[in-house]
Nanobody
Framework: QVQLVESGGGLVQAGGSLRLSCAAS????????MGWFRQAPGEEREFVAR????????YYTDSVKGRFTISRDNAKNTVYLQMNTLKSEDTAVYYC??????????????????WGQGTQVTVSS
């Protein structure tokens, strides 16, 4: 497993941008598929984005396509989520997660075995 710590959340107006970071410890980070999930109040946690271990393949849930970008820097053991044109419905706690190197189509929580503590994103309208 890897240990994950998210940062970068906060309060932003609708239409604004935030960049979330997820710092990982452990030697296996560069071989892991990484994902971002989010959980809004009263809702179940949902998949947001996923990136392959080398960063060449990404996948997004439909509601964030064209607005969010997932990326990673394996030299820094960090994965990012750039969020642009934020909407009030993006308000949630955002979690990063690490999956196996083979989880190339992962979108379920069960596909990821390590989780961060989450960072709050609040978008005011």
């Amino acid at each position: 497993q890897v240990q994950l710590v998210e940062s970068g959340g906060g309060l932003v107006q609708a239409g604004g941008s935030l960049r979330l970071s997820c710092a990982a410890s452990g030697r296996t980070f560069s071989s892991r598929v990484m994902g971002w999930f989010r959980q809004a109040p009263g809702e179940e946690r949902e998949f947001v984005a996923r990136i392959s271990w080398a960063g060449g393949v990404t996948y997004y849930t439909d509601s964030v396509k064209g607005r969010f970008t997932i990326s990673r820097d394996n030299a820094k053991n960090t994965v990012y989520l750039q969020m642009n044109t934020l909407k009030s419905e993006d308000t949630a706690v955002y979690y990063c997660a690490a999956g196996s190197p083979f989880a190339l189509t992962a979108v379920r929580e069960a596909d990821f075995d390590s989780w961060g503590q989450g960072t709050q994103v609040t978008v005011s309208s």
